[in-house]
């Protein structure tokens, strides 16, 4: 599976983002798409992830009430919806794909990752 997302930019605190990620190869074996980021000089956090059955969402804390995740099967795409941005969402986002073992989530491709710069 080929990940490749787009629509990071810099964008002003207080300000909207969305961006976009598009998955090809064999979409059939993945039931679950999300986004991660690594903010400049820390670890990776998880942001949300989407179950491309029935459209359940997951976020992080950092997130909730901000960040809108969705999905469109028929294009193979999960949309990251960014709002109330602050300089604290300053990351590389990377759109991830996988399956679940259990109740584990199994990261089968990572995308680039997509640059995201809030200024203050």
């Known amino acids: 599976v080929q990940l490749v997302e787009s629509g990071g930019k810099l964008v002003q605190s207080g300000g909207s983002l969305r961006l976009s990620c598009t998955a090809s190869g064999s979409t059939d074996s993945i039931e679950a798409m999300g986004w991660d980021r690594q903010p400049p000089g820390k670890a990776r956090e998880f942001v949300a992830r989407?179950?491309?059955?029935?459209?359940?969402?997951i976020y992080g804390d950092s997130v909730k009430g901000r960040f809108t995740i969705s999905r469109d099967n028929a294009k193979n795409t999960v949309y990251l919806q960014m709002d109330s941005l602050n300089p604290d969402d300053t990351a590389v986002y990377f759109c991830?794909?996988?399956?679940?073992?259990?109740?584990?989530?199994?990261?089968?491709?990572w995308g680039q990752g997509t640059q995201v710069t809030v200024s203050s």
């Open positions: 991830n794909a996988g399956y679940y073992s259990g109740r584990f989530f199994v990261v089968r491709s």
């Open positions: 989407i179950n491309r059955g029935d459209g359940s969402t």
